[in-house]
């Protein structure tokens, strides 16, 4: 765990100089390298994962979404539409760690193509918190923010937090060796007939049998319905937070905006003024400085409000996860009391008692004994529905203790990496706050000489 | 013992230096004389002399219209001019079958001899102090009377008998007993003298009535629609400049009224805030408890800081701009004044030159005339030029103070944030250090 989890960290770290990949220069590692992406698929993934089990990716790729262009295109429906693509860099560490610098391997990603990616993980790899995107559409955004899908502001963020989400699937121990993920970064075309060519889609779990799941489960294991619950904690409380923190951001960008109309009226006040003038029109300029502060300190806090919806859309993971957990359980529970009422009728049957009341009993009671021959075919039948239900709850029961042991501990993982990113996500918000005090102190200080000098 | 003083008095004057909660308001004379005008004839006594023998600075303005003197040498100018020390303080609420008011305290402590004692304390009502100033106005018609706080609160919805209203008004009314003390010749004024030392007024307010109120009806309705020939490019000056003042005046209250607006729609938002981080808290287990309880614990007390501010801006802030809107009505009213007695000396020059034109003499009004008029401009220029000096210590001091308080502010934030560092990095050797 300890070693996994100072890789993500590692991940976190290099976020924000990955983007720039002719920075990165530096390691001994001599792990296998990925060099060669006309290596069939399986050969690489057979690779990667002889490494053993710590390593990832990242340790032999870099990765990067470095480039985010405007496109305009016909779709499907041959109509005109402007969208966004992402250059995804990818370079051999081996060979940076040689001291060559390889011109990167490039290739453009359309947001739907990193849906595509996820919703694969997400059926492929259902017992793992799955990294989230970042947000579709802008959030939670304060009203100087473009909820614009266009707007260069939300681009970027949009930029880093895809890079992100392919940092975090590539410092995971399992989810890094997927064949579909490499594609995803070395092979720009025909990679999304290979993803549907896995059949993922016919895997996948429809919603609604999943929510019918939740309202049937008889013996809920208790720590998935803590998970569960806490995810819905986690989910609510911070939409709030990101909530209240974009209306503090607005009336926070309100109290400085204002003050900037000092600066006006200083200037003019200074115009009628001999000794005090220029005191006033100095401190004027400062008000001025102030008011325009504001627009770092929140363009700023806005990537502390992104990581913070980055743990928001993992805690939809999380349920997904839960949600899984109580689908198995209930086929488990379906096929167990399937399995239960026939050894039932087959102890009515072999007995001739009728213990509940059924239809078939009214039946028979009123149309008269079925002979011994029928009864020994029925009989025969139900045996065999019985060892194949025996043998069905066995792989259910199965299935479903590999799955909780499984989730289990990329959930351990989870909770580890989640407690180390939200203090750090914290730290830098107080850090931010630390430095909007200090040049509000810088600020009124200057504009206190300036009064001084009056 | 000086001329004319029945009894040596205390020099009182040094102790209550540090009664003086303004020192930026402190006023040395640039004294004027008297005009010889009818009704000021009984003020104003030319013996100026103190009971302690030091002359009052009667005749040198250069020594204290300069910046830095009055910076530097502050106290000991205090020192050995200022004799007259009143304060505001300690408001009692009166309730009668009849009404309902608000009483103050009004202390004196002199050296003056035109003070039977070195210390009075009487209690006044607004309406006195509104006695006061009308009898101010009128007697002393060629000077600029201080403002008193408005008398009826703004839109009505204020309580009267607040606490925060209260305060306001005995701050004010303090600033205008000061205003008054300091004047070179307005402190001398015999109202005055009476209200800050008759235990009971009313009967001076009776007796007022008839003897006292000849001239501001003299000068005010001598000329309706008289054009002035030629005024003063000085006071046509002044006029422009008060009337731009008086502009940015409105806009700086308007933008410190927006500005307490915003940062309390913003302390709203904050103290919603604070406690969400605490909530999610406990969701969390112990690692992320304590960094999430420390940002709640930062938030609040950022917003207490932030109340801090809000409240000190609105009750010191506001106030001095306010008083400084009236005080230009004030001063728009002298110069309006003014205009008048000169207009009523051209109507007469007029008229005097008509007839000289017959070879007549001159009559001695018109000279009384021009005396006036040119005693009227010799006080005003001295009470715009000590205004001025005033309003820029007063600005200067207000700005500061805003400065500083918006300083203390970040300054609090920033404590908090920074306290709560070590707790967010949870290293146990960390906590250990932040205990020691």
């Known amino acids: ?454 | 013992m000086s001329v004319g003083t029945p009894k040596s008095l205390p020099t009182s004057g040094q102790k209550s230096i540090n009664d003086i909660s303004h020192p930026l308001s402190y006023e040395e004379g640039v004294l004027t004389p008297s005009p010889e005008l009818p009704n000021t004839s009984s003020i104003g006594e030319k013996d100026l002399s103190l009971p302690n023998g030091t002359p009052v600075d009667t005749s040198s303005p250069a020594s204290s219209s300069s910046l830095l003197n009055r910076l530097q040498l502050d106290d000991d100018l205090d020192g050995e001019t200022r004799d007259l020390f009143v304060t505001v303080d300690d408001p009692k609420k009166h309730v009668s079958t009849m009404e309902t008011y608000i009483t103050y305290r009004v202390n004196t402590k002199t050296t003056r001899a035109e003070f039977d004692l070195p210390e009075y304390s009487v209690r006044r009502r607004y309406q006195d102090f509104d006695w006061l100033r009308n009898k101010l106005e009128e007697t002393q018609p060629t000077h600029l009377i201080p403002p008193l706080p408005e008398k009826f609160v703004v839109k009505g919805v204020v309580d009267r008998f607040s606490e925060e209203f209260v305060e306001t008004r005995r701050k004010a009314l303090d600033k205008f007993l000061k205003r008054i003390a300091d004047h070179p010749v307005l402190s001398f004024n015999d109202h005055f003298n009476v209200f800050l030392s008759a235990k009971d007024l009313s009967s001076y307010k009776k007796q007022g009535l008839a003897l006292l109120s000849k001239m501001g009806e003299s000068v005010k309705y001598v000329t309706g629609g008289y054009k002035l020939r030629c005024r003063p490019v000085e006071f046509a000056a002044m006029g422009e400049y008060l009337d731009t003042f008086v502009l940015k005046l409105g806009t700086i209250d308007r933008i410190a009224q927006r500005i307490i607006k915003e940062q309390a729609e913003y302390l709203v938002e904050l103290r919603e805030y604070g406690p969400i981080y605490l909530s999610w808290a406990n969701a969390e287990d112990d690692e992320l408890q304590k960094p999430l309880e420390g940002v709640a614990g930062c938030v609040s007390s950022c917003s207490t800081a932030l109340e801090e501010l809000t409240e000190d801006m609105s009750e010191d802030f506001l106030p001095v701009l306010r008083e400084y809107v009236l005080y230009i009505e004030s001063m728009k009213n002298v110069l309006k004044k003014r205009d008048q007695v000169q207009a009523e000396y051209e109507a007469k020059l007029e008229a005097a030159a008509l007839k000289r034109e017959e070879r007549q003499a001159v009559p001695t009004d018109v000279e009384k005339c021009q005396d006036r008029v040119e005693c009227f401009n010799a006080d005003l220029k001295a009470d715009w030029d000590r205004w001025q000096n005033n309003k820029r210590q007063d600005f200067r001091q207000l700005l500061i103070g805003m400065a500083d308080k918006n300083i203390q502010y970040y300054e609090k934030c920033l404590a908090s944030w920074e306290s709560i560092i070590p707790l967010l990095q949870d290293k146990p050797d960390a906590k250990g250090e932040s205990h020691s």
């Not at chain 1, 051999?92 to 193509?113: C, F, H, I, K, M």
């Not at chain 1, 996820?118 to 959030?139: C, D, G, H, M, Q």
């Not at chain 1, 200037?267 to 325009?292: P, V």
């Not at chain 1, 209930?330 to 239809?359: C, H, I, M, N, P």
Request: proline share 2%.
């Open chain 1, 1 to 454: 765990m300890r070693r996994r989890l100072s890789q993500v960290q590692q991940t976190h770290d290099t976020t924000i100089y990955v983007s720039e990949p002719r920075m990165a220069d530096s390691g001994s590692e001599e792990a296998a390298v990925i060099e060669n992406p006309e290596v069939a698929p399986e050969e690489v993934q057979q690779d990667i994962g002889g490494t053993g089990d710590g390593s990832s990716l990242l340790k032999k790729m870099e990765i990067s979404v470095s480039e985010a262009e405007k496109r305009t295109g016909k779709n499907t429906m041959n109509m005109q539409e402007t969208y966004t693509v992402y250059l995804i860099e990818t370079r051999s560490v081996e060979a940076l760690n040689e001291g060559q610098s390889p011109a990167p391997d490039t290739l453009w990603r359309r947001y739907s193509e990193f849906e595509l990616l996820r919703n694969y993980l997400l059926v492929t790899y259902s017992y793992i918190v799955v990294p989230p995107l970042p947000e579709k559409r802008a959030e939670f955004v304060w009203h100087k923010l473009s909820a614009d899908n266009m707007d260069p502001d939300f681009v970027e963020r949009r930029r880093i937090g895809l890079e992100n989400f392919l940092l975090r699937i590539s410092a995971h121990s399992v989810l890094s060796k997927d064949n579909i993920f490499y594609l995803f970064l070395t092979q720009e075309n025909g990679w999304k007939d290979v993803v549907y060519d896995t059949g993922f889609q016919a895997k996948a779990d429809s919603r609604l049998k999943a929510l019918n799941a939740t309202f049937r489960v008889k013996n809920p294991e208790k720590r998935f319905t803590e998970l569960k619950h806490y995810s819905d904690e986690l989910q609510s409380v911070i939409s709030h937070l990101l909530r209240v923190r974009a209306r503090v951001a607005d009336r926070l960008y309100g109290v400085y905006k204002v003050h900037g109309n000092y600066g006006r009226v200083f200037s003019e006040w200074s115009a009628i003024e001999k000794e005090m003038g220029d005191g006033l029109q100095s401190a004027g300029h400062h008000m001025d400085a102030y008011a325009a502060s504001v627009d770092d300190i929140l363009e700023e806090e806005e990537h502390y409000a992104d990581q913070l919806k980055e743990y928001l859309f993992y805690s939809e993971a999380l349920r997904t996860v839960c949600r899984k957990h109580e689908l198995l359980q209930y086929e488990l529970e379906v096929t167990a009391l399937d399995l239960v009422s026939k050894k039932q009728q087959r102890e009515e049957l072999a007995t001739g008692t009728v213990r509940t009341f059924s239809l078939k009993g009214m039946t028979s009671k009123l149309f008269g004994q079925e002979t011994p021959e029928q009864r020994e075919a029925k009989l025969k039948v139900l045996e065999e529905q019985i060892t194949e239900g025996e043998e069905f709850v066995k792989s259910k029961t199965l299935e479903c203790e590999e799955y909780v042991q499984n989730s289990w501990i990329d959930i351990e993982r989870f909770k580890e990496q989640k407690n180390q990113d939200l203090k750090e996500a914290l730290i830098s918000y107080a850090v931010m706050q630390i430095s909007m005090c200090k040049k509000g102190i810088q600020v009124w200080t200057n504009a206190k000489e300036c009064f001084s000098k009056m």
